[in-house]
């Protein structure tokens, strides 16, 4: 009878499979023409922001198809895997019904003859970027052109958190002296946040959340 029973379930899980009930999802071509598309994020219910590595930014209409370039970014230096990194928005638009207040942007600076990964915000009006801020300069000065991160989330109780990579100096990830490999955890407006893990100790950066990371 159990294997009458188990028959009967798998011809039926095969029917079902086989059925139009089962659909593969199917893929449509949106957008085209970017170089490196690193990061998106939804600022509203019609437009979603695209940063490309080379250093560009745009805003396109889902309805439309039409994109735009936002003006108001800041030098970056694009090297090797660096550029303009992720964005995203806050508040996310599943959070929230309006539009978004700041967007939240990972980019490579060039310091001196080195690189290093920024977190940034900034307002859009119109076309343009406004109010630029960043958040933190990282401290992870290197020539390599690898490795720079990065990714940008947020939780519910206004922190922000972005990750840098090893800049391909794999020892770095474990030296907490340093942002390089590790996870940073900050308040929306780049503070501190004082239960940080590391907060306190000695010869340690108090932004790190968590280390030991590639890229």
């Known amino acids: 009878m159990l294997k009458l029973v188990s028959s ?14 089962y659909a593969a999802p199917q893929a449509k071509v949106v957008l085209e023409g970017l170089g490196v598309p690193w990061g ?4 509203d219910a019609e437009h979603m922001i695209i940063s490309e ?7 396109w209409h889902r309805q439309r198809g039409e994109r735009v370039a936002l003006t108001g970014l800041p030098n970056i230096a694009v090297a090797g895997q660096g550029g303009l990194l ?9 959070w ?7 967007l939240y942007l990972t980019y490579s600076k060039q310091q001196g003859n080195q690189l290093v990964t920024v977190l940034a915000r900034a307002q859009i009006e119109n076309r343009q970027l406004h109010h630029w ?8 000065p290197s020539d390599d052109g690898r490795h720079f991160g990065s990714r940008i989330t947020f939780d519910r109780d206004g922190h ?28 929306l407006d780049g503070s501190v946040p004082q239960d940080n893990p590391f907060v306190g100790r000695q010869g340690a950066r108090p932004e790190i ?7």
Do not use: I
């Not at 590595?53 to 805003?59: E, F, H, V």
């Not at 972005?162 to 900050?186: C, P, T």
């Open 8 to 21: 009967l379930c798998l011809a039926l899980l095969l029917g079902f499979l086989s059925s139009n009930v």
């Open 40 to 43: 998106m994020t939804w600022w």
């Open 53 to 59: 590595r080379s250093g560009r930014l745009w805003r």
């Open 86 to 94: 992720d964005v995203q928005a806050y508040p996310p638009l599943h």
């Open 96 to 102: 929230q019904q309006g539009p978004s207040q700041w």
């Open 133 to 140: 801020e960043d958040l933190l300069v990282t401290h992870t």
């Open 160 to 187: 922000v958190y972005f990750g840098v990579g090893d800049r391909g100096e794999r020892d770095l990830a474990q030296d907490l002296s340093n942002h390089a490999g590790k996870v940073m955890r900050l308040h």
């Open 209 to 215: 959340f968590s280390y030991g990371h590639r890229n």
